[in-house]
């Protein structure tokens, strides 16, 4: 099974911007989705973004639509998620995860996981 390691997180100030990244351990194929999750406390993983391996094409929730990117690279097997003009709301642990059958947004459907890097936002 890959493994999946995040990196990028911290403490950002409301309006600034964080990039996130997502390294995998071995080859990702073009049949695989790859997503972004983040969870609040108290709150559910939600998904945020996703990403088709093969055709790069790209899915948003709405909540960050426009503020967000997702992107990946295939040479090096990395994962990254661009954050724009951050929101206070946004502050929660973000989460990479990998789906080897394709598109997907609901958490279920992902079966490797990273452990997660904490984004916090002061306002």
């Known amino acids: 099974q890959v493994q999946l390691v995040e990196s990028g997180g911290g403490l950002v100030q409301a309006g600034d911007s964080v990039r996130l990244s997502c390294a995998a351990s071995r080859r990702t194929y073009s049949s695989h989705f790859m997503g972004w999750f983040r969870q609040a406390p108290g709150l559910e993983r939600e998904f945020v973004a996703g990403?088709?391996?093969?055709?790069?094409?790209?899915y948003y929730a709405d909540s960050v639509k426009g503020r967000f990117t997702i992107s990946r690279d295939k040479s090096d097997n990395t994962l990254h998620l661009q954050m724009n003009n951050v929101k206070v709301e946004d502050a929660a642990v973000y989460y990479c995860?990998?789906?080897?059958?394709?598109?997907?947004?609901?958490?279920?459907?992902?079966?490797?996981w990273g452990p997660g890097t904490r984004v916090t936002v002061s306002s």
């Open positions: 995860a990998l789906n080897p059958n394709g598109y997907a947004t609901a958490a279920v459907e992902f079966k490797s």
């Open positions: 990403i088709r391996w093969g055709t790069g094409s790209t």
